[in-house]
């Protein structure tokens, strides 16, 4: 008991669709947590403000369709979605960050170093709050990964397949 050889090699596909179904739900309600606090935060007064609300409001119905019929082109736009809540959050997150080293600078000139990150860190803005729509991102390119939809081989077929249509 305890040894690597008691761990079996791969999931039951029982279990990987469970804990399939439980990442897509993390992702639905951090989604739909996030999109609600970043309307009453009223984060949007620029077009960057914009891009988390938007591409929520995109992926959640996105997110709906897979959870009631996942199909290949579906999942596959859930997972470009999914890239690019990793990517918006990493801008997030640097945009986050460079407004407090201005709004810090500004307060004060002489600021810099470890000092201005500090400060620029526990700022006004929340800097590392953009990581939640990264973390969202990386929860639904968990879901897909190898996500049987997606990776299920091609039946095979036969010749006759071909002039009749009808499977021998």
């Known amino acids: 008991m305890g040894r690597i050889a008691d761990v079996p ?17 993390l992702v ?5 947590g996030l999109v609600v606090e970043l309307i009453l935060l009223e984060h949007y007064d620029s077009a960057w403000q914009w891009t988390p609300i938007a591409l929520l409001g995109v992926m959640l119905p996105v997110t709906l369709v897979v959870w009631l019929r ?11 979605g ?5 990517a918006a959050g990493l801008l ?23 000092a201005l990150f500090w400060e620029a860190m526990r700022g006004a803005t ?23 939809v997606i990776h299920r081989p ?5 010749r006759a397949d071909d002039h009749t249509g009808e499977r021998s």
């Open 92 to 114: 997030g997150l640097w945009l986050h960050y460079r407004g407090n080293v201005e709004f810090e600078r500004e307060r004060d000139a002489a600021l810099s170093g470890w």
């Open 28 to 32: 639905a309600l951090g989604s739909i």
């Open 70 to 80: 996942p199909g290949r082109v579906v999942l596959r736009v859930f997972q470009a």
């Open 9 to 25: 090699a791969e999931m039951t596909e029982g279990e990987a669709g469970w804990l399939r179904r439980v990442l897509l739900a």
């Open 154 to 158: 091609p039946t095979v077929r036969s």
């Open 82 to 86: 999914m890239a690019l809540f990793v």
């Open 126 to 148: 929340p800097a590392l709050a953009p990581a939640a729509l990264t973390q969202l991102g990386l929860l639904g390119l968990a879901f897909a990964h190898r996500h049987p």
